[in-house]
């Protein structure tokens, strides 16, 4: 009997210390495992691209394995319904771009980003203006001009009749108070192509699409629809500087399922900020013709908020209809 009271003595004050080792393991050792790292897109697209270094960091940063896992289809539909279902431990973070939110408009079956958590946006790829450079507009400026004196002559290439390369330029069409000429290409390279030819006089695609053309000085970057000038073109205005409040192109960042703990986003967040002021990973990105743009969970929320506004404009004020390209 004098045992067994002791040993229960004994427990008593053992239980406080180990319920503390417990707390301590949750919130201070996180992660303590490996984390997946969903990509709702195919090896060597994109997201895939820019993911992965990232992950990389993070590996190092935590001293365990971000094993990324790419689950395309469906236009990053499957992927991101995997992220929004998935248990909300911390342990499963994914990606989102720009198509999670405009797959509403293009598919039966479709993800919320408001079914995730947001924790950092980490790239965006502007929208440009972009001509041939033999063409006769210098800046912004010239071509605008010529646009209003001259409604719906100007031919602009895209990658299809409610492609992103339309719905860039039916953005631009509208707040720059223009009329152009759609003429639809299968994908981004033959619309380039076209431009390249002399058989239309600009395009709206993005510039990681025609960035190489503008190095070898075969087109002109006239402006660049991002909401800072990019690394690589320092003398390129934005359209937000020339008075065209613009702000278009895709973006890609890092979400987690719906109900996970903010104090693991906050770790995540931070990792991922620390990853995005590595020398090697900004100009990896920038190589890539990508635009580093680190934002916290707040601030990203205010990019998918412009976004979402636009994606209804776009719809229900122009009309567009939307494709998956």
Do not use: C
Request: aromatic share 8%; no cysteine; glycine share 8%.
């Amino acid at each position: 009997m004098k045992k067994l009271l002791v040993l229960t003595v004994a427990l008593m004050f053992a239980l406080p210390v180990f319920a503390q080792g417990v707390e301590e393991e949750t919130s201070e050792s996180y992660p303590s495992r490996n984390v997946r790292v969903i990509i709702p897109w195919s090896v060597g697209g994109m997201t895939d691209v820019l993911t992965r270094p990232v992950a990389n960091h993070l590996e190092e940063q935590f001293g365990v394995p971000f094993v990324v896992e790419n689950k395309p289809g469906g236009g990053g539909v499957v992927g991101s319904l995997e992220i929004e279902k998935a248990d909300n431990d911390g342990y499963v973070i994914g990606t989102t771009s720009m198509s999670t939110v405009s797959a509403q408009y293009v598919s039966p079956v479709y993800p919320d980003i408001h079914n995730v958590e947001l924790i950092s946006q980490v790239i965006t790829i502007p929208a440009t203006v972009t001509v041939n450079a033999d063409s006769p507009f210098e800046t912004l400026q010239d071509l605008l001009d010529y646009a209003k004196a001259n409604p719906g002559k100007l031919k602009n290439s895209n990658s299809g009749s409610g492609a992103s390369a339309h719905i860039y330029a039916s953005y631009f069409e509208a707040m720059a108070g223009i009329k152009v000429n759609h003429i639809p290409y299968a994908a981004y390279a033959e619309a380039v192509t076209a431009l390249l030819g002399g058989h239309v006089d600009m395009t709206n695609i993005p510039l990681p699409d025609v960035s190489a053309h503008v190095d070898s000085g075969d087109l002109r970057l006239l402006a660049i629809a991002s909401a800072e000038r990019h690394p690589s073109y320092p003398d390129v205005p934005t359209l937000k500087e020339l008075g065209i409040d613009v702000v278009m192109g895709n973006y890609s960042g890092f979400v987690a399922p719906k109900g996970t703990d903010p104090e693991k986003i906050k770790i995540l967040d931070d990792a991922i900020a620390k990853a995005m002021e590595d020398p090697e990973i900004r100009e990896f990105l920038i190589n890539a013709g990508y635009q580093p743009v680190y934002l916290n969970s707040e601030d990203f929320a205010t990019v998918i908020s412009d976004a979402e506004k636009q994606l209804d404009f776009l719809v229900n004020e122009l009309g567009v209809e939307f494709v998956d390209d």
